[in-house]
């Protein structure tokens, strides 16, 4: 055997040794629930049964899922959204980095504030950026509203 056909062969039993492993872990963190829109999915992970916990008990429960507000609309920003999502809270919840309780993270909120806007555009359209002041703020409906869709 050459040292181009050793290469070949290690990459390709390395590449072999990735997929198999990326493809158990997703079966086995159930990552498929997650392609759903499911939201007992979201509490496959006991960082976040304090949060579907809250889901059931809130006034949101009746009209939204985890994936109307934590998701973009549209079908490639929905799913690119899920996999960046769905990817780091692997990595995190693996090599035990997160923070606990868990925290939304800015981007996310980012979305979760727009979808608010979107749905209750009749509501907040008065709602305006503060102006005339040196370092204007925007309202977040997040930040006032934290325990909405999240009973306690």
């Given at each position: 055997m050459n040292l181009f056909t050793f290469k070949l062969v290690i990459a390709a039993v390395g590449l072999g040794l990735?997929?198999?492993?990326?493809?158990?872990?997703?079966?086995?963190?159930?990552?498929?629930?997650?392609?759903?829109?499911?939201?007992?999915?979201?509490?496959?992970c006991h960082v976040m049964e304090e949060q579907y916990s809250g889901w059931i008990k809130g006034s949101h429960r009746a009209?939204?899922?985890?994936?109307?507000c934590?998701?973009?609309?549209?079908?490639?920003?929905?799913?690119?959204?899920?996999?960046?999502?769905?990817?780091?809270?692997?990595?995190y919840f693996t090599?035990?980095?997160?923070?606990?309780?868990?925290?939304i993270g800015k981007t996310n909120l980012e979305i979760t504030e727009q979808t608010?806007?979107?749905c209750h555009a009749s509501m907040v359209?008065?709602?305006?950026v503060s102006s005339g002041q040196e370092?204007?703020?925007?309202?977040?409906?997040?930040?006032?509203?934290?325990?909405?869709?999240h009973a306690k």
């Open positions: 990735a997929t198999g492993i990326a493809a158990y872990t997703f079966w086995y963190a159930k990552g498929y629930s997650y392609l759903s829109n499911d939201p007992s999915s979201c509490a496959n009209v939204a899922t985890c994936n109307d934590h998701t973009p609309s549209g079908f490639i920003a929905k799913y690119a959204t899920k996999a960046s999502n769905g990817f780091w809270h692997s990595y090599t035990d980095g997160f923070h606990e309780p868990i925290q608010c806007r979107t359209e008065s709602i305006t370092h204007s703020e925007e309202v977040s409906c997040v930040r006032c509203h934290r325990g909405v869709g």
